[in-house]
């Protein structure tokens, strides 16, 4: 039961991370491949401000996802001037910075050593220290952002942004500036994935840079294409099946090391797959 | 041994390195026009290609590194044969093309890593015991001599092939308008898939180089690639002569940058500087 709940729990953080970079690649035709860069910052800020300040789980989390939107902010401001492969590569690049960031600026972040001893959530008498009960807040929050995600994507706001995936330059003549649009939906993903963050350093209660590598954001974004584009359904199945696959290689028997390696090669061959045959993804409205 | 001919040495050798993965890359962005991320998992291949038939199965040192090169060659034929061409057939974007090209270089990662474990190995008989030679006050190494006279003389080897062959202005035909180059009667799909085992035949080698150098993981090539594509973009993409320039560049700003700083920082620095040239200098330094 234990282990259900844990995987529970990391389904609800890779859906609400897949959710917010569906935002950017899916709806709008961004490939952003910097999302675990997102990621870190939420989880980062949470696990500082709770183990040197003593703060509460939620104002910390308020802070993560500012900093991060933040962040996503000057990160956008730059990657705006790029399209399509390049938009990738440039944005991929600010995922190695921040990793960097986050691996050598050790006063703030003990670098390598990580920070361990990271507190469980709780609001006065009510603590979120047990399993369930987290797994209670994870789903909570996962709602939250599926309802906000939806929302976003069925307003007219949303509907500009599948316009400038479809074509920037109609949507440009009728007077919308399609820079400010790309960077507040940019900003957006961004402190969603600061969510997430904030609920990985709380559950694990201890991180360390190397989670927050491009792996991280290349997994996300199979997560999202195999669930497909444009489509949270998707992202959500997404999830649920990418993160199950390892531990089902696990009940086939499987060593660990080597489930870990064959998650990758099936979500590598995965991904060739539904490039060759259905680029949308599964549930997905959008090819790349 | 002082401190700046040492640098000056180290960039050096870089900069042969990310020269050998930015030909390669280059000569294949130059003809498809996409980026091709599986190209990293070339090197891979043709390092762990000498570890097995050298080490493993006690072959010699010689056909050990032909077949590794003739196998980084054969797979990335492969990789054309059964993804890339049948893509192109179905005008895929070039967004499509590099998630398929990730995809390959992440399942091919995790076999190689299945294969033969995460582990570090080395393909140097005896660490420490190769040639030292001491050159204006800076330590080169034999294999690092090696690793300056094979890029300049692959260099050079591709210049005369794509200058004075046929074959040479096929390619250029090509990288000027697939389309077109068809239609006056090359027999395009013929000349890529050359393109792609010549490319990845000089990855795979780039690989043994670094197999030599400072050993191989599975984990190398999205390193290895990562330069290769930043030294191309710097130097000038789809230009040979850029791709070796915008490697020694690298390499010198790379160690040079950590003078003063952590070398942990190499990474962020070279990302960085892709950045401002993406931003401000997007054709390179020797635009095509």
């Known amino acids: ?288 | 041994m002082s401190l700046v001919p040492q640098l000056i040495m180290n960039s050096l050798i870089a900069g042969a390195i990310y020269s050998l993965m930015a030909l390669g890359f280059n000569l294949i962005y130059g003809t498809t026009k996409f980026f091709n991320l599986a190209h990293g998992a070339m090197a891979v291949v043709g390092g762990y290609g000498v570890y097995y038939f050298s080490k493993m199965l006690g072959w010699n040192l010689t056909s050990a590194i032909i077949l590794g090169i003739a196998l980084a060659g054969v797979l990335g034929w492969l990789l054309d044969r059964f993804i890339f061409l049948p893509l192109r057939r179905r005008k895929a974007t070039n967004t499509i093309t590099l998630v398929a090209s990730l995809g390959a270089f992440t399942a091919i990662q995790a076999i190689v890593a299945i294969l033969f474990t995460s582990q570090f190995q080395t393909l140097d008989k005896n660490t420490g015991t190769s040639k030292i030679y001491e050159v204006l006050g800076g330590i080169i190494t034999e294999t690092q001599v090696v690793i300056l006279v094979s890029g300049l003389i692959i260099m050079g080897a591709l210049v005369l092939l794509l200058k004075y062959t046929m074959f040479g202005k096929a390619v250029k035909a090509i990288g000027d308008d697939e389309s077109v180059a068809k239609i006056i009667g090359i027999n395009t799909d013929k000349i890529i898939a050359k393109v792609f085992l010549i490319g990845s035949a000089i990855a795979g080698w780039a690989g043994i180089m670094v197999g030599f150098d400072t050993g191989l993981e599975p984990t190398i090539g999205m390193n290895l690639l990562l330069k290769g594509i930043i030294a191309s973009i710097i130097g000038g993409i789809g230009n040979i002569y850029g791709a070796v320039l915008g490697a020694f560049l690298l390499g010198f700003a790379e160690n040079f940058g950590i003078w003063k700083i952590s070398s942990e920082w190499k990474d962020a620095i070279a990302f960085g500087i892709l950045i401002i040239f993406l931003i401000f200098r997007p054709q390179g330094i020797l635009k095509k």
């Open chain 1, 1 to 288: 039961m234990e282990y259900l709940i844990h995987l529970a729990i990391l389904f609800a953080i890779y859906a609400i991370l897949s959710l917010g970079l569906n935002l950017v690649v899916g709806y709008t035709g961004l490939l952003s491949v910097t999302h675990a860069a997102f990621y870190g910052v939420g989880a980062y800020t949470t696990a500082i401000l709770l183990t040197r300040s003593g703060w509460n789980f939620f104002p910390a989390l308020i802070i993560g996802m500012i900093l991060s939107g933040i962040i996503a902010l000057l990160i956008g401001l730059v990657l705006s001037k790029f399209k399509e492969d390049y938009y990738a590569l440039a944005s991929l690049g600010f995922n190695i910075i921040v990793y960097s960031i986050l691996l050598n600026w050790q006063k703030l972040t003990r670098g390598p050593l990580g920070i361990p001893g990271i507190s469980r959530p709780s609001i006065g008498s009510l603590s979120f220290s047990e399993n369930w009960m987290f797994l209670l807040l994870a789903l909570i929050l996962l709602v939250i952002v599926y309802y906000l995600s939806r929302f976003l994507v069925r307003s007219s706001f949303g509907r500009v942004l599948k316009a400038i995936r479809e074509d920037e330059g109609a949507i440009k003549i009728f007077g919308y500036n399609v820079n400010v649009y790309k960077l507040t939906i940019f900003v957006i993903g961004a402190m969603l994935a600061a969510v997430a963050g904030s609920l990985f350093a709380t559950y694990i209660t201890f991180i360390d840079p190397s989670t927050f590598t491009i792996d991280e954001s290349i997994f996300v974004l199979a997560i999202i294409i195999l669930g497909g584009l444009a489509n949270l359904k998707g992202s959500i199945i997404g999830a649920l099946i990418l993160v199950l696959l390892p531990e089902a290689l696990r009940f086939l028997g499987l060593p660990n090391d080597i489930a870990a390696q064959m998650r990758q090669v099936i979500y590598g061959v995965i991904l060739i797959l539904l490039m060759l045959f259905r680029p949308q993804g599964m549930m997905g409205e959008y090819k790349l």
